[in-house]
């Protein structure tokens, strides 16, 4: 892989011949596209193919939640580079070829210095909705900071989808009220969150609130 300097018309993105084009943690990069191999994949090839699959159908999905939890990242390695390498370590379960996610063992920040505080409750209410809800501090020698920005994840397992909790939402607001799809009805989701805070990179754990089903 190299990078390029754009021309008169700018960076460009997109395939020409056997060169790719794209766009990657702020350079403009080329390389060869890779060539097909006509060799039958091994074992070994179709059981790592199905478990990173699995692991970068959840990771792409939730991109700008694990962006905000692993921001102390140095050099290139992107946040989701990081996540899906964690998660095909930790955080899958059964055989070849029926593998499923770890959902309690899915991490979605660094485990930072933030306190993650207390009392933390998901549960689902009539009308496709679902509450958060939480207590602002937990550690008695130290008062945690109200503006922390509060970042959940509702990740439909049975669709493969996400809701994200608005922007905006911060630690002392103590609860939210999140609408999701009716098309959600009956599903079940998962409910992550974690604190940021918003006057420095700090984060908090994730904390891994539990499976609920949406209820109509």
């Known amino acids: 892989m190299g990078t390029y300097k754009p021309g008169a018309f700018g960076p460009f993105n997109g395939r020409i011949g056997d060169v790719v084009a794209s766009r990657w943690k702020g350079l403009n990069v080329v390389k060869n596209r890779p060539a097909k191999s006509t060799k039958p994949a091994t074992a070994n090839q179709l059981d790592q193919r199905a478990r990173f699959g699995l692991v970068t159908g959840f990771t792409s999905k939730a991109a700008d939640l694990i962006a905000i939890g692993f921001r102390n990242l140095d050099g290139k390695v992107t946040a989701g580079n990081i996540l899906a390498k964690e998660m095909m370590k930790s955080a899958i379960l059964g055989v070849y070829p029926d593998y499923e996610l770890d959902f309690p063992g899915i991490s979605l920040s660094q485990d930072g210095k933030l306190d993650l505080g207390a009392k933390l409750k998901v549960q689902a209410l009539a009308e496709q909705t679902v509450e958060v809800s939480w207590v602002s501090g937990a550690m008695p020698t130290k008062v945690a900071d109200v503006t922390d920005g509060v970042h959940i994840l509702l990740y439909n397992s049975d669709k493969n989808k996400i809701i994200q909790s608005a922007e ?17 009805i009956g599903d079940k989701v998962h409910c992550y969150l974690f604190f940021a805070s918003s006057k420095n990179k700090e984060v908090s754990p994730t904390a891994y609130l539990g499976v609920l089903t949406v209820l109509a």
Do not use: A, C, E, M
């Open 168 to 184: 905006g939402l911060v630690r002392g607001d103590n609860r939210v009220t999140i609408y999701v799809p009716g098309s959600f």
